[in-house]
């Protein structure tokens, strides 16, 4: 089970870097294009664009295949969204590369925690989907500062072609340590949605709406705020990210704690 936990803890991860691996170099990103910055910003939505998209797709072709199958279809589009907005010269390209790797997001982290409950012991499946999770967290702390590092060393493109092969290493991973499990779920569709007839899990939405509203807001413009407002030095905005990764962990630290459910 660990090395199934640590494969999806690297999709995670390169899932949290291609979402996030953006923002520290999207000045360059701009540039390099011919667009200005509030319009590279973009490139921010185009990403959840796809992932609003795929999550519900996936849910539907979900029972038709194994699950293994719709994780390495998952990370194959990573792979390939990746490469495509490495390799872009304009901004249709920038955009298809963002829906394309934004696409598997939502879903990745859906599948992989019905995997995990149903390899996981009795008791331990929170631990289980916790640590897949972990895989996100470290790209927040560590993989964005290093990715915005490797773009000013060499170039943006550099890191999203090195984000790009790191899933394909990811693609590998699924392949020998995650099993051939299905999900038999017979839940229709509209079924999943009777939930929200109650102001529950709306308050959670409000709650997610705002929280990553601020987040992306913050991580988006950051980088050109500090250097053509604040005066920081270009080279050093790598350490921008570097103090927010902390922040990021706390909050990962703290929603473990025993609070009162809505």
């Given at each position: 089970m660990k090395k199934t936990i640590f494969s999806l803890a690297l999709g995670t991860f390169g899932l949290g870097m291609a979402e996030f691996g953006i923002m520290g170099v999207l000045p360059e990103v701009a540039h390099d294009v011919g667009i200005?910055?509030?319009?590279?910003?973009?490139?921010?939505?185009?990403?959840?664009?796809?992932?609003?998209?795929?999550?519900?797709?996936?849910?539907?072709?979900?029972?038709?295949?194994?699950?293994?199958?719709?994780?390495?279809?998952?990370?194959?589009?990573?792979?390939?969204?990746?490469?495509?907005?490495?390799?872009?010269?304009?901004?249709?390209?920038l955009a298809v590369g963002r829906l394309v790797s934004g696409f598997p997001h939502g879903a990745f982290f859906g599948v992989g925690a019905i995997i995990l409950s149903k390899i996981a012991p009795p008791g331990k499946v929170t631990a289980a989907v916790a640590g897949m999770i972990g895989g996100m967290t470290v790209a927040n702390l560590i993989g964005v500062p290093a990715g915005t590092w490797l773009g000013h060393q060499f170039s943006w493109r550099d890191t999203f072609m090195a984000l790009s092969l790191f899933n394909v290493a990811v693609f590998l991973s699924i392949i020998r340590w995650v099993p051939t499990l299905f999900d038999k779920s017979t839940t229709r569709l509209r079924e999943q949605f009777y939930f929200l007839k109650s102001p529950a899990p709306w308050l959670i939405f409000a709650a997610t709406l705002f929280g990553n509203?601020?987040?992306?807001?913050?991580?988006?413009?950051?980088?050109?705020?500090?250097?053509?407002?604040?005066?920081?030095?270009?080279?050093?905005?790598?350490?921008?990210?570097?103090?927010?990764?902390?922040?990021?962990?706390?909050?990962?630290?703290?929603?473990?704690?025993?609070?009162?459910?809505?």
């Open positions: 200005s910055i509030p319009v590279a910003g973009n490139m921010i939505s185009y990403y959840a664009c796809g992932v609003v998209i795929g999550a519900p797709v996936m849910a539907l072709i979900s029972s038709r295949f194994s699950l293994k199958s719709i994780m390495l279809f998952l990370a194959a589009l990573t792979v390939i969204g990746n490469a495509i907005f490495a390799f872009s010269s304009s901004y249709a390209m509203a601020g987040v992306f807001a913050w991580f988006s413009y950051i980088k050109p705020f500090m250097i053509n407002v604040a005066g920081f030095f270009r080279r050093r905005d790598h350490l921008y990210y570097d103090a927010g990764g902390p922040g990021n962990g706390a909050g990962q630290r703290a929603q473990r704690q025993n609070f009162r459910p809505l």
